[in-house]
């Protein structure tokens, strides 16, 4: 686990830098630069692509990491590597023919309650297609253990651009119609410097003599899809179903709210880069020791983590929405409920890798595509009852029910699960410094109050994690800062 940590260190700063430059676009620029309605339209043409990435994806991300030790060498690898790229086309070509055919009906359906949305189809279909590619080449540089040129292209790159590409927007240098073209050359351009980045390591040699486990990769590829298009339905259909039953300016309102809860995710995200790739390895070694071992590990250390973040924001929130346009200051219902949800995400640790790298992945995806339909029926139910908090409830829930489902289904398929005594250490200290900070407020402007509690917040969580060595992982990492014990 030492490893894991140190090399997620690297990602983990980068993707916070990533969710900096995030947290300037998506709480000032956008919400002062665009009117709340195109802001809302750029919400539902991103979350629609990411519904549509895993479809296009064809589950070859997953396929990549699972069976790329199984094939080291000379043609086998070239061929198994030719598959991985030719196997998004067969998706691909249909929805792209079905695009053109059925342009206006689909225009017409993604407009149901707003006709703003009715000419971006192409848009949607383009984005979705260079989501999928990066992805792929993100894992053939994850599985080389290269994943910090990838991280950075996936949480830096693209907010970059669009930093840049609001600032023209404000200076009146392009308009918010080519401000939409360009978004989509971002997400393009993003996809071809992925590629070049990862021939440097291995050379894409075209190679038609696939693996003699052609059939079990394509089987797989095809029921991962299930559980891509799950993991992305519950994090993306919310903001879409907004869009088919209230006003577009809710998305805006919603985005704001569900990127102050995203930050909580950052730790995970950077870990997992790392612990995917391990955790397949160890799955394809049968080690069962150390798989228990890296669950239990990831899992204390994603929770201290995440749960300090999600500390952070709770008790922050009512000065961090003084610095937002009063419209877009709703939302700590919101903030609340997602930012619970990502920490019981972290919580699992790489529950989603043993899981997705085992033999038992399909009974996993057929749960998965259940309660995708099940959190699409309570968006239909609860939104147009509750407004964007109706799909914080619906959200929220799909996701604790889904969680819980993964978690039984290890400790039963595997005997194993991720809580230590240590759990229950850092579950009691986040609440001892949520209530001890809860009634704590300044009268300073709100980043000056931000700033001085955080402090203080920071000084007591890290400072007995410290003295307690809660975590052997998080202790170690400390003491070089701090000196030992």
Same mark, same amino acid.
């Given at each position: 686990?030492?490893?894991?940590?140190?090399q997620? /260190?690297?990602?983990?700063i980068i993707? %916070?830098v990533?969710?900096g430059?995030?947290?300037?676009?998506t709480?000032?620029?956008?919400?002062?630069?665009?009117?709340?309605a195109?802001?809302?339209?750029v919400?539902?043409?991103?979350?629609?692509s990411?519904?549509l990435?895993? /479809?296009?994806?064809?589950?070859?991300?997953?396929?990549?990491v699972?069976? &790329?030790s199984?094939?080291?060498?000379?043609?086998?690898?070239?061929?198994f590597?030719t598959?991985?790229?030719?196997?998004?086309?067969?998706?691909?070509?249909?929805?792209?023919l079905l695009?053109f055919?059925?342009e206006?009906?689909?225009?017409?359906?993604?407009?149901?309650?707003?006709?703003?949305?009715k000419? &971006?189809?192409?848009?949607i279909?383009?984005?979705?297609?260079?989501m999928?590619y990066?992805?792929i080449?993100?894992?053939?540089?994850?599985?080389?253990?290269r994943?910090?040129?990838?991280?950075f292209?996936? $949480?830096?790159?693209v907010r970059?651009?669009?930093?840049?590409l609001?600032?023209? @927007?404000?200076?009146?240098?392009?308009?918010?119609s080519?401000?939409?073209?360009?978004?989509?050359?971002?997400?393009? /351009?993003?996809?071809?410097l992925?590629?070049?980045?990862?021939?440097?390591?291995?050379m894409?040699? +075209?190679?038609?003599?696939?693996?003699?486990m052609?059939?079990?990769i394509?089987t &797989?590829?095809?029921?991962?899809i299930l559980?891509?298009s799950t993991a992305?339905?519950?994090? $993306?259909?919310?903001?879409?179903?907004i869009?088919?039953?209230?006003?577009i300016?809710?998305?805006?309102?919603?985005?704001v709210?569900?990127?102050?809860a995203?930050v909580?995710?950052?730790?995970s995200?950077?870990?997992?880069?790392?612990?995917?790739?391990?955790?397949?390895?160890l799955?394809?070694r049968?080690?069962?020791?150390?798989?228990?071992?890296?669950?239990?590990?990831?899992?204390?250390t994603?929770? +201290?983590?995440?749960?300090?973040?999600f500390a952070?924001?709770?008790?922050n929130l009512?000065d961090?929405?003084?610095? @937002?346009p $009063?419209?877009?200051?709703?939302?700590?219902?919101?903030v609340?409920l997602?930012?619970l949800?990502?920490?019981f995400?972290?919580?699992?640790?790489?529950?989603?890798?043993?899981?997705?790298?085992s033999? %038992?992945?399909?009974a996993?995806?057929?749960?998965?595509?259940?309660?995708?339909?099940c959190?699409?029926?309570?968006?239909?139910?609860l939104?147009?009852?509750?407004?964007?908090n109706?799909a914080?409830i619906?959200?929220?829930?799909?996701?604790?029910i %889904?969680n819980? +489902?993964?978690?039984i289904?290890?400790?039963?398929?595997f005997? +194993?699960?991720?809580?230590?005594?240590e759990?229950g250490?850092?579950?009691?200290l986040l609440?001892?410094?949520?209530v001890?900070?809860?009634?704590?407020?300044?009268?300073?402007h709100?980043?000056?109050?931000?700033?001085?509690?955080?402090?203080?917040?920071c000084?007591?969580?890290i400072?007995?994690?410290?003295?307690f060595?809660?975590? $052997?992982?998080?202790?170690?990492?400390l003491?070089?800062?701090?000196?030992?014990?």
């Open positions: 686990m030492g490893i894991v940590f140190k997620s /260190l690297s990602n983990l993707t %916070y990533g969710f430059i995030g947290a300037i676009n709480l000032f620029l956008y919400t002062q630069f665009l009117t709340d195109y802001y809302g339209l919400g539902v043409i991103l979350s629609t990411a519904i990435m895993p /479809l296009m994806a064809f589950g070859v991300p997953n396929t990549i699972k069976y &790329y199984n094939f080291q060498h000379g043609k086998t690898l070239d061929g590597l598959l991985m790229l030719l196997l998004p086309l067969l998706l691909i070509i249909p929805i792209a695009s055919v059925a206006d009906a689909i225009g017409l359906f993604l407009a149901n309650k707003n006709l703003i949305v000419d &971006y189809v192409w848009y279909f383009l984005i979705a297609i260079a999928a990066f992805e080449f993100y894992a053939w540089s994850k599985v080389q253990m994943s910090v040129f990838g991280n292209m996936k $949480e830096v790159f970059v651009g669009v930093s840049v609001l600032l023209l @927007v404000y200076f009146d240098v392009i308009s918010v080519v401000f939409l073209k360009a978004l989509v050359g971002v997400y393009l /351009l993003r996809t071809f992925m590629k070049l980045y990862v021939v440097r390591f291995k894409i040699r +075209i190679q038609f003599r696939f693996p003699k052609t059939r079990d394509l &797989y590829s095809t029921l991962i559980g891509g992305v339905v519950l994090l $993306e259909i919310d903001r879409f179903m869009n088919q039953f209230i006003q300016e809710n998305v805006a309102y919603y985005t709210a569900i990127f102050i995203s909580i995710a950052v730790p995200r950077a870990m997992h880069q790392i612990t995917y790739p391990l955790t397949a390895e799955m394809n049968k080690d069962l020791v150390a798989l228990k071992k890296l669950y239990q590990k990831s899992s204390l994603l929770f +201290i983590v995440a749960g300090l973040v952070l924001i709770v008790l009512n961090l929405f003084l610095l @937002v $009063e419209a877009y200051r709703g939302g700590f219902y919101i609340g997602i930012g949800a990502k920490v995400d972290a919580l699992l640790g790489n529950n989603n890798a043993i899981l997705f790298n033999d %038992y992945y399909r996993l995806l057929l749960m998965g595509a259940f309660l995708a339909i959190a699409v029926l309570l968006n239909i139910w939104i147009p009852v509750f407004g964007i109706g914080a619906a959200s929220f829930s799909a996701v604790v %889904y819980g +489902i993964k978690l289904y290890v400790k039963s398929k005997k +194993i699960q991720p809580f230590t005594r759990t250490k850092v579950l009691l609440v001892v410094v949520c001890l900070f809860y009634a704590l407020q300044f009268s300073f709100p980043m000056i109050n931000i700033t001085l509690k955080s402090i203080l917040i000084a007591m969580y400072g007995i994690l410290y003295r060595k809660i975590s $052997e992982d998080v202790f170690g990492i003491t070089k800062y701090l000196g030992p014990k």
